[in-house]
C-alpha cells in the first residue's frame, strides 16, 4: 500500500491532533476556573465540583475533537467557549 492510501485511510489531521492535545486541557482548565470563581458556595465545594467537571470534559474533548470534520471545526469548538470563559474570568476578577 503506498502511503497516500493510508493516509486517507487513517483521515489523519494534524490540525484536529493538537486541537486535542493543546486544546481541550485548555478549555476543560477554563471551564473548570469559571465553576471554581463563579459559584457562591465555599471554596472546598466549588473547587471540588470544578475538579470534577474538568477531568471528564477534558477526556470528552480529547476523543471528540480528532472526530470532527477538519482542524477548523475542532479549533473553532475549543476557542469558542475558552475565549468567552477567559473573558468572564476576566471580567469577575477586575471587579
Given at each position: ?27 476543560a482548565g477554563a ?65
Amino acid at each position: 500500500m503506498s502511503g497516500s492510501v493510508l493516509d486517507k485511510a487513517a483521515n489523519h489531521s494534524v490540525a484536529r491532533t493538537l486541537a486535542a492535545v493543546v486544546g481541550a486541557p485548555l478549555v476543560a482548565g477554563a471551564v473548570g476556573a469559571a465553576l471554581v470563581a463563579f459559584p457562591p458556595e465555599a471554596g472546598g465545594v466549588s473547587f471540588a465540583l470544578g475538579f470534577h467537571v474538568m477531568v471528564p470534559l477534558w477526556v470528552v474533548l480529547a476523543c471528540v475533537l480528532p472526530l470532527l470534520k477538519n482542524g477548523r471545526v475542532a479549533w473553532g469548538v475549543c476557542l469558542a467557549p475558552l475565549v468567552l470563559l477567559a473573558a468572564a474570568l476576566a471580567w469577575r476578577s477586575a471587579g
